[in-house]
């Protein structure tokens, strides 16, 4: 044998040995290299030029107009009748003769029970369209939000909010559904900012209109009442609000593949169950990033800080108005600079200012940390809408994100109770000398732990922006690339080709039986003609 046969022998040799080694090295160091050159290439890019803000709100058309407001108005009516409880506790802790902690736990209820509503809810609209059931939803919160002005004792309260949270449960996922499956791609997170601040809206304006109530001498009781005679109002602008485009397109997909919802749901949890399971924690962050630094914030100003009414309402209005302006402004800035790398900004934003925020020397101070925290913890849920919608399983973006959104407030639910009973465990002296629940520095422990929680989850995400909901319609069969729009449309040529093929085939069957038919005719006729001739001969 030659040398270069002997090298050539040794060289093809020695390539089973090494691979393995390469393999187990990459395998090794590969999904974190992988993961880190994914957030690399989301966050250090050039951020792509951006539309003016007025542009984009001018120029959606009447369909989109309407639609964006009809969810934005039902989404703020529903944070206005969540918020109803948060604003009068003291009152009705007073009432009934319990500490505040026990009335929190109406607000634990109703966030423990959304995730029921999200699902019911969520499951209709993506069976029957987003329309109806979000209908169906905002007239039976209202309904219950009405009876729980009438509650005779804590218990019965209790219960109406827990029914409440049910039907409350629905509203997020399809209202964001319905808007941005209906809105242009970029506009998707200016309106996703908008769309998420209704809560913000919602809570301004229940604090002003408890604000009203409250300062006149009235019962906490009017509240409620007031607050469903708002949502009401939303049920008739749905009326003139078309089913989403998305879901009709879905809907005649599902029919060509003869792919049913049930199968549809299986395809979503075999290839993206890791996602599903991701999209409850980064909810669950998120939800506690809001709750902890709101739910308790009205009864910290008062009970500890000794705030008047008109000087706690004042604080609830500014804010409310940094919640607005931050969602707006990261929601639009989120098309631009890509969505994680803005929600990362606003959990180290939020981090910074809560000494601020829970512990300013002054009400000024005070005032302006609780803006600023509130620029950023909304400013981070201003992304949230378009960020679910995206990176959710194509079939399934009715219940998904409402699901994981209800979810995470499920597993957040018991924020201002822990907030609550913690600081009344370990109370701190005012000035009087009297014992006081210290609920600033509890608030500030939780949400700085909150802050850390989200800024490491938001690093494991995936970013799927500007994803065209259209062309994602349904799940690939094996887990391949989502089938669109073009793909429904090239299996619908192809089926009807399929179709006219055994078409032609079964009609050139017939005429071949027909012409095999025609001489054996002829031959019985020449036949009888002959035996004819023969007889008469």
Not at 201 to 230: D, E, H, K, M, P
Request: aromatic share 12%; with cysteine; glycine share 10%.
């Amino acid at each position: 044998m030659s040398d270069s046969e002997q090298k050539v022998t040794v060289t093809h040799e020695e390539k089973p040995v090494q691979e393995p080694v390469v393999a187990e090295n990459a395998q090794a160091g590969g999904w974190w290299k992988n993961h880190l050159l994914d957030w690399k290439r989301s966050v250090v890019r050039k951020p792509d030029r951006p539309v003016s803000m007025w542009k984009l709100l001018t120029n959606l058309n009447h369909r989109q107009r309407l639609t964006f407001t009809a969810a934005f108005l039902g989404w703020t009516l529903d944070a206005f009748d969540f918020f109803s409880v948060s604003l009068t506790t003291t009152q009705i802790a007073a009432e009934f003769n319990v500490p505040v902690s026990q009335v929190t736990s109406a607000i634990t209820t109703t966030l423990m029970l959304r995730s029921v509503g999200a699902l019911i809810f969520g499951a209709l609209a993506d069976r029957y369209g987003r329309r109806w059931p979000l209908m169906a939803d905002i007239v039976l919160f209202s309904v219950i939000n009405m009876a729980s002005g009438f509650a005779p004792n804590l218990q019965t309260f209790i219960g109406l909010r827990a029914v409440f949270g049910i039907c409350m449960g629905g509203e997020w996922g399809l209202g964001a559904s319905l808007a941005l499956e209906t809105l242009p791609i970029e506009a998707r997170g200016l309106f996703s900012g908008i769309f998420q601040e209704g809560y913000a809206c919602g809570y301004l304006l229940a604090t002003l209109i408890s604000f009203a109530i409250l300062s006149n001498g009235a019962s906490w009781r009017v509240l409620y009442w007031v607050g469903s005679a708002f949502a009401l109002l939303a049920v008739f602008i749905r009326f003139f609000v078309p089913e989403s485009e998305v879901f009709e397109e879905q809907k005649k997909a599902r029919k060509i593949l003869n792919r049913s919802v049930w199968k549809e749901g299986w395809l979503a949890v075999k290839h993206h169950w890791k996602r599903l399971v991701y999209m409850v924690i980064f909810a669950a962050f998120f939800n506690f990033f809001s709750h902890g630094s709101q739910d308790l914030y009205p009864t910290f100003l008062t009970t500890q800080l000794g705030y008047s009414e008109s000087q706690k309402t004042v604080t609830a209005v500014i804010y409310n108005i940094g919640a607005i302006c931050g969602g707006i402004i990261f929601g639009y800035l989120s098309n631009y600079m890509g969505r994680r790398f803005i929600m990362a900004i606003c959990a180290v934003g939020a981090g910074a200012f809560i000494p601020l925020w829970a512990m300013g020397p002054s009400i000024q101070s005070l005032q302006f940390g609780a803006f600023m925290m509130q620029f950023f913890v909304q400013g981070g849920w201003g992304v949230v809408p378009a960020y679910l919608n995206e990176i959710s399983p194509p079939g399934f973006r009715g219940l998904l994100p409402g699901l994981a959104y209800q979810l995470g407030n499920l597993i957040s639910a018991a924020s201002s109770q822990i907030e609550a009973t913690i600081g009344e465990h370990y109370p701190t002296t005012n000035a009087a000398g009297k014992q006081i629940a210290n609920y600033g520095l509890t608030q500030a422990i939780f949400m700085g732990c909150v802050c850390g929680g989200l800024l490491i989850t938001v690093f494991f995400g995936k970013e799927e922006i500007h994803r065209d909901f259209m062309e994602d319609l349904l799940e690939g069969e094996h887990g391949e690339a989502p089938i669109g729009r073009q793909e429904i449309e090239e299996e619908k040529l192809e089926r009807g080709s399929e179709e006219e093929n055994v078409a032609a085939k079964t009609e050139v069957s017939v005429n071949e039986l027909d012409t095999g038919a025609a001489p054996a005719e002829a031959k019985t006729e020449v036949t009888e003609a002959t035996e004819g001739e023969s007889s008469q001969k």
